[in-house]
Each structure stands twice: as C-alpha cells, then as structure tokens.
C-alpha cells in the first residue's frame, strides 16, 4: 500500500541551481520587493549577484527590502512608487538608471486583493484592485520595454500571476479578473517585444502563505482547515521555490522560453474531485450574513 508522502521538501534557502555570479552586473527591478513573494524573489537575484530595485508605496516596506538584501550583501535601492502611476514609475526608472543601470529584469509582482463576495464589492474596490494589479503591471512593462527599445538592449519581464486566471476565483472576483489580464497581456507582450530582445513571462504562485500577507488574506486563511493536507502536494509553497523559478526564467538558459506562464502550485490548481463536494456559498465560506441590498454599493 502506497503510504501519502506528499511532494518532497525543497533545498534549503541560500542553495541555487544557477552559477554564482549568474546575474553580475545586472539590475533587478522588483515592484513589491519589500515584503512576502517579491522579497523572495528578489532575494534570489541577489544571491546570484544582482544589484536590486525595490519599488513600492509604504517605507516600512522599503526599509524591510533593504534590510533583507542588505543582509545578503547585496546592493541596492529602494524607491517610492505606485505603479498606478506612470509618472511615479518613470521616476523610479529614473532612479535606477542613476544609481546602478537600466535593468535588464523587471519583476512585475506588486498587486492588491482581498476577499469579499462580488455582490458586496464597490465600484471603488474593483478599480482599485484592477488599477493596481492590471494596469500598473502593463505601465511597469511599458516603461522597461521602451528605455530597452531606445538603447536596443535585451531585457526580461517575469509578471507575477495566480492561477484563477484560468479558473476564476470565488470571493476574489477582482483580483481574478485581473490577473487573467496579466496572463493574457503576458501572451501579447512577449510576442510584440521578441524582436526587441525582450522575453515576457508570467510566473504564477500557488499557496505560499508567509508573514506579510495582508490581515484580511491571512484572517481568510486561518478561518478554514490546516493548509498543508489540503494541497496534492501536501504542503504549501516555500518561497525560495519561487525566486528559483524566478531566476532561472530570468537566466541565460531560459532565454528562449517567452510568453509562457510557469505555475509554482504542487498542481494544486488541476484539483479535482471523483465525487463533488457540497457547494458552500463564498458569504458562508467568509463567515458572513446574508446580502444585504441596502449595504455599501
Ligand atoms: C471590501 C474593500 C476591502 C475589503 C478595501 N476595500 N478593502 N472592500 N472588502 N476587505 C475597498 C475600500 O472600501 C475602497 O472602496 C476601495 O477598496 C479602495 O480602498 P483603499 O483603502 O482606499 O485603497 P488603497 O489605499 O489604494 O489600498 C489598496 C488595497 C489595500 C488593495 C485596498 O489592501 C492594499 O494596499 N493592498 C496591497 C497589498 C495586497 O493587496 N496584497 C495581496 C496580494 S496577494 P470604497 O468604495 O469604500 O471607496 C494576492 C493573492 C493571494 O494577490 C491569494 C491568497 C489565496
Ligand atoms: P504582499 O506581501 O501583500 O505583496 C504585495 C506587494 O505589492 C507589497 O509589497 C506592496 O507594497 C506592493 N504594492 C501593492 N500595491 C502597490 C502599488 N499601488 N504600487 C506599488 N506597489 C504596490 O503579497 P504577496 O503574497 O507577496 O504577493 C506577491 C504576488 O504574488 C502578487 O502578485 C500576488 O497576487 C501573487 N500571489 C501570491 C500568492 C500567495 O500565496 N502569497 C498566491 C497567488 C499569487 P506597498 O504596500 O509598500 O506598496
């Protein structure tokens, strides 16, 4: 009888399939950087011997990116920026190009969500969630690509997806919705860019809880099971698995893989049952009241 072992354990952080040395050189512009999966990719890049950029809204967040790749020994900025802005990421550029090079990577990972059922969600809180997630993905891209077209240089984008792109994502009908976009975006870019140089892909997280997840994400998580035994993989996602992911894609041996959406999930998203489980409404599944039509609209 086959006992459940689950997907093995990764190496340990610090360890690399990469040479040393593999981005010397090079600067990383990572949107995000400061906190959970953007620090850990970016923690990658350093590693391998990039100088990093870090670009986000709040300066605690910029000082915990700095500190963090400080501690690798790498160098590195941190910028103010909300890439809902096209001028504020201009300006980041500008910044990066002034304190080490153009970047030869962009790591569009900075995005919004929380949950909240789709009848309940404001016209404000859909904007929002796409501004930041879809359309300051595209303007992050649209800047690295034109300061590459101008010097005729190469470059790598990585967009950081989730994989209700495919499937959509109950209680999260926003963030889905726009990270269907990235995917989509994702597709087109890499083939209109291809001939500049520039390789696009999208690199999609499963489960990878961690400590800066955002008090309405990790009050959604904690209100259900262990995560663990609920993943075919039998455990979540550890985040130097995602910043290897990242790199390698990145790297020169994945210069020919372009428009493509790697998952990093323990195929937790082709999960199916033999049998369908009972459905339980997103409004239970969030502890919540019924609808109530005279809320906030
Ligand atoms: C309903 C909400 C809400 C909530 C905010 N809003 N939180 N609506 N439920 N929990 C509404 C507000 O009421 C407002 O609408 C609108 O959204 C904008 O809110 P602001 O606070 O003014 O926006 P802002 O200051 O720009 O902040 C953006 C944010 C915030 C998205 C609301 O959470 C944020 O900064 N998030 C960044 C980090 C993040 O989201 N990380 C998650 C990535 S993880 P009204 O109508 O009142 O004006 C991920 C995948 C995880 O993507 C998958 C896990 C399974
Ligand atoms: P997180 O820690 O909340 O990170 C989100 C980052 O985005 C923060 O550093 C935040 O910094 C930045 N950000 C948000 N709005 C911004 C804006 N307007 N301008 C600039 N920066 C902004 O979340 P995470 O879990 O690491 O998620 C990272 C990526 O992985 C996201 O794309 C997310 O959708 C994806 N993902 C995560 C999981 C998971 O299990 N964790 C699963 C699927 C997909 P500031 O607040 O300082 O601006």
């Given at each position: 009888m086959a006992d459940k072992i689950g997907l093995p354990a990764p190496p340990m952080p610090g360890?690399?399939?990469?040479k040393p040395g593999t981005f010397d050189g090079q600067t990383v512009f990572v949107t995000g950087g400061g906190t959970g999966l953007g620090k850990g990719i970016a923690?990658?890049?350093?590693?391998?011997g990039a100088s990093l950029v870090i670009a986000s809204r709040k300066p605690d967040h910029l000082d915990a990116g700095?500190?963090?790749m400080e501690a690798i020994g790498a160098p590195v900025h941190v910028v103010a920026c909300d890439i809902r802005d096209p001028d504020s990421i201009a300006a980041a550029f500008d910044e990066a190009v002034a304190t080490f090079s153009l970047p030869s990577v962009l790591i569009n990972n900075a995005a919004a969500n929380f949950p909240v059922p789709a009848e309940d969600m404001s016209p404000n809180a859909w904007r929002t969630v796409v501004d930041i997630t879809l359309n300051g993905t595209f303007f992050c891209a649209r800047e690295f690509a034109r300061r590459h077209l101008a010097a005729g240089t190469p470059g790598s984008i990585i967009n950081v997806g989730a994989s209700y792109a495919w499937t959509g994502g109950p209680g999260f009908a926003h963030s889905a919705a726009a990270k269907a976009g990235v995917k989509n975006m994702t597709e087109t870019l890499a083939v209109e860019w291809g001939p500049y140089g520039i390789q696009v892909n999208g690199l999609v997280p499963g489960l990878f809880p961690h400590e800066d997840m955002t008090a309405d994400i990790q009050g959604n998580l904690k209100r259900t099971n262990d995560k663990d035994p609920v993943q075919p993989a039998l455990r979540v996602g550890q985040r130097q698995e995602l910043g290897w992911a990242a790199t390698f894609l990145a790297s020169p041996y994945g210069r020919f893989i372009s428009g493509h959406t790697l998952t990093v999930d323990g195929a937790n998203w082709q999960r199916r049952h033999l049998t369908n489980?009972?459905?339980?409404?997103?409004r239970d599944q969030m502890g919540m009241g019924p609808f109530d039509p005279d809320g906030k609209r």
């Open positions: 360890d690399s399939a990469l923690s990658e890049f350093a590693r391998l700095r500190e963090a489980p009972e459905v339980v409404t997103v």
